[in-house]
């Protein structure tokens, strides 16, 4: 059974930083993928981030990249997202997910999902 637990969301202010972290467990092998989605009030779930445990190729929603970093630790039992230069509209709710395959930002291709973090950036 895969468990995936969310943690480091936090409040910062505009131009900060935050660390987001996942910790996975339950995952074998290295045919799969995990991914950094976020959801608004309001809003729709929106994939952030993605990377493929076998060649840990990242790919990056438009809004985020060259500010958003996703990573893993050498165990891959730890997904991070390293948040830069954080504007309002990065609020949200971030939840990570797993799904078998390669990357994809679209959430109605995950089948398991952690039970999210809140991060508010304030202007």
């Known amino acids: 059974q895969v468990q995936l637990v969310e943690s480091g969301g936090g409040s910062v202010q505009a131009g900060g930083s935050l660390r987001l972290s996942c910790a996975a467990s339950?995952?074998?092998?290295?045919?799969?993928?995990m991914g950094w989605f976020r959801q608004a009030p309001g809003k729709e779930r929106e994939g952030v981030a993605s990377?493929?445990?076998?060649?840990?190729?990242?790919l990056y929603a438009t809004s985020v990249k060259g500010r958003f970093t996703i990573s893993q630790n050498n165990a891959k039992n730890t997904l991070y997202l390293q948040m830069n230069s954080l504007k309002p509209e990065d609020t949200a709710m971030y939840y990570c997910?797993?799904?078998?395959?390669?990357?994809?930002?679209?959430?109605?291709?995950?089948?398991?999902w952690g039970q999210g973090t809140q991060v508010t950036v304030s202007s």
């Open positions: 997910a797993e799904r078998s395959g390669p990357t994809s930002l679209y959430s109605e291709q995950y089948n398991n």
């Open positions: 339950g995952l074998f092998g290295e045919s799969y993928s």
């Open positions: 990377i493929y445990m076998g060649n840990r190729y990242p």
